[in-house]
C-alpha cells in the first residue's frame, strides 16, 4: 500500500504543474488590474500607473510565472496582493469554514439519506418508496442558491430560529455558537447531497437485495432489519462510499454559493473576491490547493475501499 | 478500539453523538436571554463591498472611508450638515486676504491611538503625502506643508486657491492625519500605510479579510466642541458602543434578509426593490444618503467622440427621465438634475445649462449628427455589470441612441475589466459610471485632464483655475456658471443623467445616528 500511496503522490506532480500554467495564463489574459482595484475607481492613470510598476506587474508573464513557480517549489505558496498575511494563513483560515460547513453538510447528508434509502430500497414500489424517491428528486433539482433564500426567509426572518448568516468560530464564540451558525447553511448544502445519497443507497442496497444469499439469510429466519443492515448496506456500502467521497468533494469544491448567501468567510468567497480583485498568487494558491485535496480525498476513498473489502487490492 | 466492538458501547455512542447534536440544535435556536432597554455592547453594520485598502490618503473606494473616516480617521477640518468648513485636528485656521497661505493651529493633546501625541511633524507629514500623490497637487502645484512650531503648520501657495479647506474636507482620497511614522514605513511595494493608527473615537482592533472590520472604543479620545453637539463629520463624538463591527456582505440579499432578522443593526446600500419591504414600516429607519451623479462620461481623446459636434448630438438624444427611470426605479432614489454641483446648499449649485438637459430631442440630435459628419460608426458604450443602475441605464441609452441612427454598440464587463478598459482610449467611445458628490468644480471627474475620459480642453482647465484663484465669492460663482453653460452647450465632457440616492436601513433600535456622507458610529447606540 505504501508504494501505491507513493505512486499517487508523485502521479500528483505533472497533473498540478500542467493546471498551474493553464491557471496562470488563464487569469492573466482577462483583463483587469489590481493596482486599479486597489486605487478605485477614481485613480488617475498616473497613480495607477506609478502603483502597477511598484508592485512588479510590469514584468513578463514568463518571468512572473518562473518567480511564482519557484517560491511554490521552495514552500512558499506566493503573496497576496491585498491581504497582509501568509498564504499558509489565508488559505488555512479560509479553508476551516468550508471545511466546517462540507462535513456538517455532509454529516446531515449521510445521517438521513442512509435510513432513507435503506426504508426505499425496504419498502420497495410502495408509498414509502415513492415518497422517499420524490424527496430526492426534489432535493436534487431545487437550485442550492434557492433552497437557501427560502430557509433564510422561512426560519431566519419570519421564525427568527437561526441566524440569517455569518459566521463565528470555535474559538471565538464556541461550538454551540459555531453550529448554529452553520446549521442553515449546512442544510441548504447537506439536502441537495441528501438527494445524490438516498438514490445512490437505494440501487446500491436493491442490488444487493435482489442477490441469493439474502434468499438464504431469509430462509434462514434472519430478521428483515439485522439482514438490510448488517449483510445488504455492508455490501452495498462499495459505491456508497464513492458517491460519499464525491459529495464531499462536490461540497467542498461548491461552497461557494452557500459561503455568498450566508455570508460565510470560506475557501469560495476567497476565490471569488479574489477574482474579482485579481489576487493572482492567491487564485493560483486557493486552485492547487483545492486541486491537491481533491487528490487526497479519492487516495483515502480508495485506502478505505481496500479496508472495506480485502477482495480490492492497491497496486 | 477493543472496547468498541462491543454493541452496548457502540450504541451508547451513537446515543452520545445524537444528543450532543440534539443539544446543540436547541441551543442553536435559541440565544442568550435579552432585557428590554439594555444598550447592545457591539453594532453590526453590513457593509455591501469590501474596501481592497482602508489607507484613505490612497485609495477612492468610498466603503473604505464609509467605515473609516470620522471614525478612526481625522482631518484638519470637515464639513457640518451644512457643508460648513469647521476646525477638527485643527483647533482654528486663518487664511490670507488673497487666499496664498492658509495657516492651521493644532489642537494639543491629541493622542494617536498608539499613544502619541499629534503635533506639526505628523501633520506635515500626512498633508504633504496627500498633495505628493493624489490629483490635489495639479491645483497646489509645488506648494507644500511646513512647520512652523509644533502645533502650527501652513502652506504658502505660488497662486492663490479659494478652495482648500473645501477639498480637505471633500475630497477622496482623504489627507488623514496619521504618525510620520506611520507614513515612513510605507509599503513600498503597493505604497499604502501598513498601520491604520488615527486619532478617531475609535481604533481598529483587527481586520479579517472577507470577514469583517473591528473597531473598538478609543479611550483616550476626548471629543471636541460642546457636549451632544454634532453636526456632519463634526462635533462632539463619542463612542457610545464600545465594539463596532462592519460585516461584509457582498450578497444584497443576504443584507436585507440580515437586517430583517435583525443579524444586523444597520446595513448599507440595500437593493431599491427591496424598499417597499422597509418604507412605512415602524421596525426600521431609512437613512437615505446622496451617491451621486450617474453619468455617461465621452472619449475626449481618441475615437468619433473627439468631435464636440457628435457629443451634442448624443446628448440631444437623451431622455434623462427615462433613463434614471429605468436605472434607479424608485422615484424617492434618483432626481433630475442639470446641475454639475449635486448639493442644492452649495453656493455652485446652478441650473444654467438647463436648457441642454434631458432634450430628447431626436430632430435636433440629427442635425447635429449630420453636422458631425457621422457615417454610421459604431458607437461604443462601455458598462459594468457590477452596478445594475448602470447597466439599465445602458439598455435604455443604447435604445434611444440607436432611434436616432447611432450605431450604438454596448460593451459589458465586469468591476475590474471595466476599471481597465476605461483607461484605453482605443476601446470605447463612452462609459457610464457614478461619481461622488463634488463640494468644488475644480472636483467634478470628468473636468479632469488626468481622469478618464481626458477633458483636455484648455478654456475648461483654465477657466477653473481661474475660479479656484478668484477671491471674490460672487465673482467666482459667476465664472463657475458660465462655465457650466459652456459645458453643456458647446464642450459636452460628459452628459450627467441625475442624481442617484443610496437605501441604507436601520432597525428601530438604533438611536443617535447622524447620516451624513456615511454611516457615523459616533454617538451611536442600539437597544437590546
Known sequence: ????????????????????????????????????????????????????????????????????????????????????????????????????????????????????????????????????????????????????????????????????????????????????????????????????LVRMTRSSVLD???????????????????????????????????????????????????????????????????????????????????????????????????????????? | MFLFKKKWIQKMFMGCVLTSFAGLFLTGCGGAPKNAGDIKSEIHVAVHAQPESYDLDRTTAIVARDIMLGNVFEMLVSFDRDYKIQPELAEKFEVNSDYTEYTYFLRKGVKFHNGQEMKADDVVASMNRWLNDTAAKNIMGDARFTKVDDYTVKIHLNNPCTVLNDMICSMIPSPIIVPKAVIDAVDPKTRMIQEYIGTGPYKVDSIKQDDYVKLVKNDAYKPYGEVGKSSGWNGYKEAKTPIIYFNFVKDPSTRVSGIKSGEYDIALQLPLDSYSEFKGKNDFTIFKEAGGNIILSYNKKQGISTNPKLRQAVNAALNSAEIMKAAMVEPEFYKLNSSYMMNEKSKWYTDIGKTWYNQHDAGKAKALLVQAGYQGEPFRILVTSSYQEYYNAAIVIEQELKEIGINAQLSVVDWGTFLTTRKDASQYDAFITGTTVPAVPNQILYLSPVW??????????????????????????????????????????????????????????????DWFEGPHMWNVTVSE
Request: some cysteine; overall charge neutral.
Open chain 1, 1 to 196: 500500500m505504501g508504494i501505491y500511496i507513493l505512486k499517487r503522490i508523485l502521479s500528483m506532480i505533472p497533473v498540478l504543474f500542467i493546471m498551474s500554467v493553464i491557471v496562470f495564463l488563464l487569469i492573466h489574459i482577462i483583463p483587469g488590474d489590481p493596482a486599479k482595484v486597489m486605487l478605485g475607481d477614481q485613480a488617475t492613470i498616473v497613480e495607477v500607473e506609478a502603483l502597477h510598476q511598484s508592485m512588479g506587474l510590469d514584468d513578463p508573464l514568463p518571468v512572473q510565472y518562473l518567480h511564482w513557480i519557484t517560491n511554490v517549489c521552495s514552500g512558499q505558496l506566493g503573496h497576496s496582493l491585498f491581504i497582509n498575511e501568509s498564504m499558509g494563513h489565508i488559505l488555512i483560515s479560509h479553508f476551516f469554514p468550508t471545511l466546517q460547513l462540507t462535513l456538517y453538510s455532509l454529516f446531515f447528508a449521510v445521517l438521513l439519506a442512509i435510513p432513507l434509502g435503506l426504508l426505499a430500497a425496504n419498502k420497495k414500489g410502495s408509498l414509502i418508496d415513492e415518497g422517499i424517491s420524490s424527496f430526492a428528486m426534489l432535493g436534487i433539482s431545487v437550485p442550492s442558491f434557492l433552497l437557501g433564500l427560502l430557509l433564510v426567509l422561512a426560519l431566519s426572518v419570519k421564525l427568527s430560529l437561526l441566524p440569517s448568516g455569518g459566521y463565528k468560530s470555535i474559538a471565538s464564540g464556541g461550538l454551540a455558537a459555531n453550529f448554529r451558525y452553520m446549521l442553515l447553511p449546512a442544510l441548504t448544502m447537506g439536502l441537495v447531497e441528501l438527494g445524490l
Open chain 1, 208 to 315: 444487493i437485495l435482489s442477490q441469493d444469499f439474502i434468499r438464504m439469510l431469509h430462509a434462514k429466519g434472519v430478521k428483515g432489519h439485522v439482514i438490510l443492515v448488517k449483510h445488504a448496506l455492508k455490501n452495498a456500502s462499495l459505491p456508497i462510499l464513492t458517491c460519499v467521497g464525491q459529495s464531499f468533494i462536490g461540497l467542498l469544491s461548491n461552497a461557494a454559493i452557500a459561503e455568498t448567501i450566508f455570508n460565510i468567510p470560506g475557501l469560495g468567497q476567497l476565490i471569488i473576491n479574489s477574482v474579482t480583485r485579481r489576487d493572482y498568487e492567491v487564485i493560483q494558491a486557493v486552485i492547487l490547493f483545492v486541486a491537491i485535496a481533491n487528490i487526497i480525498v479519492y487516495l483515502c476513498i480508495d485506502i478505505f475501499y481496500m479496508k472495506i473489502d480485502p477482495r480490492v487490492k492497491l497496486r
Open chain 2, 452 to 513: 478618464d475620459g481626458w477633458a483636455t480642453d484648455s478654456h475648461v482647465q483654465t477657466e477653473l483655475k481661474d475660479i479656484t484663484a478668484t477671491v471674490d465669492t460672487k465673482e467666482a460663482v459667476t465664472k463657475w456658471q458660465q462655465l457650466q453653460k459652456y459645458c453643456w452647450e458647446e464642450y459636452v465632457p460628459a452628459s450627467p443623467l441625475g442624481d442617484y440616492f443610496r437605501l441604507n436601513v436601520g432597525t428601530s433600535k438604533v438611536k443617535g445616528m
